[in-house]
């Protein structure tokens, strides 16, 4: 299964790890810093793409994804020739989608124009809330007011322009919900990611939700109506899911994502990034150091990958899985079973076809509407040990 990676493409992830403020319900790698030396982690960049490119030569580029963190902190320069070099390691795809993630509080419309310039061809914005006392409590620094100013900047620069928001937010009511959707809808050109909010361990919230102190929260019935709503409504302004938690008008979906979601190959740079390479025909998980300092650090000794881990052909078939159900097109049989050696088992399938979890269209596997939203559940059942 060498070249099984083609099925979902390649691409590129840049973990920019600095904010402005660190967000309590985040757990992602980011991390406060008022003094950054640009020039450095440029030439680090530089020097992983080229270490990762001599690993992956001749291959076609169909994404770049820059991640954080909050990217549009970076200098446009910077962006630029991590960019003109990713082309010149790598065959550029004629339509190659470029993003850049950025935050409200952190952007003008210099910077946006010059991302554009640079070559950044969509903007994925958090706004998060489209409610100023919300936007209080989840930690964010700009306004409501501020972030219908910054997406207006960001669509008179780019053609693409998506926002997330979070729902099941403290003391949200579906009806709330429901009414700021639709203002969302409003806004939005052709892409929604809609998330709803988890509460995860080693976060403020997490803290805070360990001691009780985190109020509001919905039911988990509460959750799944406005879960169920989120679909309909989209579905209903033509903004259909493709994924769990992201909506778009076809032909509008994250290319980027959709590497991931198809189990394609993707080289993840910067600290704490994760990718899945093929290299020599051996399907590997790599990890990057997460500590900013030691991955520069590292990178000047010889790399900024901490880990790499050889993944098993079951390995390989659970992790298409897994990430395949996300989205609505869901998975292919056949390539499961080339991948495993092994099929699902026809008891699990048939029990979860019988109750309405998935449906099968000839090698075409995937979960239903109800499934989608106890997506954990199902995939517990169909994994293969």
Known sequence: MADDWQNGGFGLYVHWPFCEAKCPYCDFNSHVSRQIDHTAWLDAYLLELERYAAQTPGRVLNTIFFGGGTPSLMAPETVEAVIQAARGHWHAANDMEITLEANPGSVEAGRFAGYRDAGVNRISMGIQALNDEDLRRLGRIHTVAEAQKAFDVARNCFDRVSFDLIYARQHQTLSNWQTELKQALSMAIDHLSLYQLTIEQGTAFGDRYAVGKLRGLPEDDNSADMYMATQEICEAAGLPAYEISNHAKPGSESQHNQVYWRYGDYVGIGPGAHGRLTVDGLKLATESYLNPNTWLTEVDKSTGESVRTPLSTQ???????????????????????????????????????????????????????????????????????
């Open 315 to 385: 390995d390989q078939a659970n992790e298409y899985l897994m990430m395949g159900l996300r989205l609505v097109e869901g998975i292919n049989m056949d390539r499961f079973q080339a991948l495993s050696s092994t099929s699902i088992p026809q008891d699990r399938l048939s029990y979860l076809t019988e109750i309405g979890m998935v449906e099968q269209s000839g090698t075409t596997l995937k979960a239903t509407k109800d499934g989608r939203a106890v997506l954990n559940a199902v995939i517990r059942e169909l994994l293969v040990d």
